[in-house]
């Protein structure tokens, strides 16, 4: 079992650079392949980025690749999203997933765990 809690959404100005971060609970030794996704009102979930088991590979969704990085501390067992140059159409809820059948995720029917979201609102 995982738990997954995000933290550092909020109300963010056009062009701001918001860090998201997700800590992972779990008695697993195991790694698990970890992920970004965000869902808009009345849009499906989109995939935003991913990491391998031990950050050595990043994928990224072609609307926020250049301006957010994706990062894990295994240690600390938190999950990163750093945001840069936020526009308009990045408000979103964003949700932390992980899954441990894969080494890398990037589609939401492969996440065995969510968190519960955390919302970001960019403001013009």
């Known amino acids: 079992q995982v738990r997954l809690v995000e933290s550092g959404g909020g109300l963010v100005q056009v062009g701001g650079s918001p860090r998201l971060s997700c800590d992972v609970s779990?008695?697993?030794?195991?790694?698990?392949?970890m992920g970004w996704f965000r869902q808009a009102p009345g849009k499906e979930r989109e995939f935003v980025a991913a990491?391998?088991?031990?950050?050595?590979?990043?994928l990224y969704g072609d609307s926020v690749k250049g301006r957010f990085t994706i990062s894990r501390d295994n240690a600390k067992g938190t999950l990163f999203l750093q945001m840069s140059d936020l526009r308009p159409e990045d408000t979103a809820v964003y949700y932390c997933?992980?899954?441990?059948?894969?080494?890398?995720?990037?589609?939401?029917?492969?996440?065995?765990?969510w968190g519960q979201g955390t919302q970001v609102t960019v403001s013009s």
């Open positions: 779990t008695r697993a030794t195991r790694p698990y392949a």
């Open positions: 997933a992980a899954s441990g059948r894969i080494v890398i995720l990037t589609t939401t029917s492969e996440a065995d765990y």
């Open positions: 990491i391998g088991w031990f950050g050595g590979k990043t």
